[in-house]
């Protein structure tokens, strides 16, 4: 079992590899069988560390100056519950939209395992109503 210091230093290597661009760094953070759940994008499926970089990428080709902030982490029994912020530009395509311009920024929550010191699935969820909203594709969204 990890201990609470241990885990918040887990979840700060992460956030900073992911917003420093630093795929390999995930290598010592991230399982090699890493799972990412989330509902809000449920048609994207990670089942593996490689598969977690590949829509890491994709989201930064999406938002190229995306920046990610764990503004609260509570950790305990190698779980750790993070409510972030998420912020960026939409200069390329995300899912089946064109780049817009526009720039986000909105909260998401998740929880996470650690097995043998690394994260091993990250629960994650956020409102998709929002990001659409602020990009101006509610209607786009929704056909009318």
């Known amino acids: 079992m990890s201990t609470t210091a ?12 992911m917003n420093e ?6 290598d010592d953070i991230v399982a ?6 989330c ?8 089942r593996s560390r490689a ?6 990428q994709g989201f ?3 938002f190229p100056d995306n920046v990610q902030t ?11 519950g993070v409510l972030a912020t998420y912020e960026g530009t ?6 089946p939209f064109e780049p817009t311009g526009k720039r986000v920024s909105f909260t998401f929550a998740g929880v996470m395992t650690v097995a043998h010191g690394k994260l091993s699935e990250f629960w994650v969820t956020w409102d998709n109503m929002t990001v659409l909203g602020q990009l101006g594709l509610l209607s786009a969204a929704s056909g009318a």
Not at 8 to 17: F, G, M, T
Not at 21 to 26: A, S, V
Request: hydrophobic letters at 40%; a negative charge; glycine letters at 6%.
């Open 90 to 95: 939409h200069e390329g395509v995300f899912g």
């Open 39 to 46: 509902e809000a994008t449920p048609d994207v499926q990670v």
């Open 6 to 17: 241990e885990l918040k230093d887990l979840v700060s290597r992460l956030e900073r590899a």
């Open 51 to 56: 598969e977690f970089k590949e829509f890491l």
């Open 70 to 80: 764990f503004t609260r982490v509570v950790a305990g029994d190698d779980e750790i």
């Open 60 to 62: 930064t080709e999406a």
């Open 21 to 26: 661009r630093r795929m390999d760094d995930l």
């Open 32 to 37: 090699d069988d890493f799972v990412r759940i």
